[in-house]
């Protein structure tokens, strides 16, 4: 299963695959934790660095915690100036989350 938020630099990632679009990355992660729970089934969520941010709430309460397994796909390097902050910080900020990698994979597009 694949849910993901496009944006340009994910186009290449997703075309020509099916996907679930929901309205932001935390309902992303939401659907990706609870398609776990009902098939014990990695799922995989495609976001932005900028909508990583909305994506910690879920991720941080619930998934890491309850030890969720999914692999998220993060683009980013965008330099517009609404994208270029967590693009510059989204590796540091991944690298302070206490998660198990054999449970969480970051796969990140630049």
């Known amino acids: 299963m694949l849910i993901a938020i496009p944006d340009k630099k994910l186009a290449p990632y997703l075309k020509g695959k099916k996907y679930i679009k929901p309205a932001d990355e935390a309902e992303c992660i939401s659907i990706a934790g609870g398609y776990w729970l009902a098939k014990h089934k990695r799922a995989t969520v495609a976001i932005s660095a900028d909508g990583f941010c ?19 796909v993060i683009s980013y390097g965008r330099q517009e100036p609404q994208h270029k902050i967590m693009s510059d910080i989204l590796v540091s900020l991944i690298s302070f989350l206490n998660y198990e990698p054999k449970k969480i994979s970051f796969n990140l597009i630049q």
């Open 54 to 72: 909305n994506a910690l709430c879920p991720l941080t309460s619930w998934v890491i915690p309850e030890g969720i397994e999914m692999d998220i």
